[in-house]
Each structure stands twice: as structure tokens, then as C-alpha cells.
């Protein structure tokens, strides 16, 4: 069984910068694909990054790939989220979720993995 716990959401103003951090326990993170995905209540949830195992391959979502950025420290078990030029839109209840994967496997959506955390609210303000 596979753990996750999210850290470093909070209050920030648009246009500041946010890094998330999720730390994986029971399994290697260099065996796990890793993503980011945010939800807003009342919507659907959004595909945020993600990462393979060896984190060799990653993707973020096109809206926000000039902004934001996943990277992966296996030796810490660890995936981060750096969002910069935060804007009010990108209020939302983000989850890191992880998933056993080959090490060059890269999973975006959110039915292909296994384990999921709490989510760390990120909140936006104008």
C-alpha cells in the first residue's frame, strides 16, 4: 500500500509562487508514476502534471505549462509542484496521486492511478 501526504498549499496572492510536495511511503518513487490533478468544487477534476518513475518524462497541462513545473526527487521520495504567476483560477483543492508504473511510464489521467492523497488547498487571492 502506497501513502501520499501533500504539503505547501496556502493563501498566496496572484501572481505569487507556490511549491507542493508530495511525499510517497510504502513503495520507491522511482516505481511510481506521480501526478498532480486540482478540483474545484462543483467541477470536474483537471489534469494538473505528471511524472514517469525515473522522472525522465513529465507533462503539464498546456494552459499552465508556462507557469507551473512537476520534478521528482526519488532519493527523497518525493514529487514537487512549482507554480509560479498564480492566478485567482488556480484556486483549488490539488492531489498528488500515484500509480506502479514501468520507470519510463508517464500516466495523465486521473482513472489509471492507484493512490491518492488528502489534497492540499491552494487558495488564490486578488
Known amino acids: 500500500q502506497v501513502q501520499l501526504v501533500e504539503s505547501g498549499g496556502g493563501l498566496v496572492q496572484a501572481g505569487g509562487s507556490l511549491r507542493l510536495s508530495c511525499t510517497a511511503s510504502?513503495?520507491?518513487?522511482?516505481?511510481?508514476?506521480m501526478g498532480w490533478f486540482r478540483q474545484v468544487l462543483g467541477k470536474e477534476r483537471e489534469t494538473v502534471a505528471a511524472?514517469?518513475?525515473?522522472?525522465?518524462?513529465?507533462f503539464v497541462q498546456y494552459s499552465m505549462s508556462d507557469r507551473f513545473a512537476i520534478s521528482k526527487d526519488n532519493a527523497k521520495n518525493t514529487v514537487y509542484l512549482q507554480m509560479n504567476k498564480l492566478r485567482t483560477e488556480d484556486t483549488a483543492l490539488y492531489s498528488c496521486?500515484?500509480?506502479?508504473?514501468?520507470?519510463?511510464?508517464?500516466?495523465?489521467?486521473?482513472?489509471?492511478?492507484?493512490?491518492w492523497g488528502r489534497g492540499s488547498q491552494v487558495t488564490v487571492a486578488s
Open positions: 496521486a500515484a500509480v506502479e508504473a514501468k520507470p519510463k511510464s508517464l500516466m495523465t489521467q486521473g482513472p489509471r492511478y492507484s493512490y
Open positions: 511524472i514517469s518513475g525515473n522522472g525522465d518524462a513529465t
Open positions: 510504502g513503495r520507491a518513487a522511482s516505481a511510481l508514476a
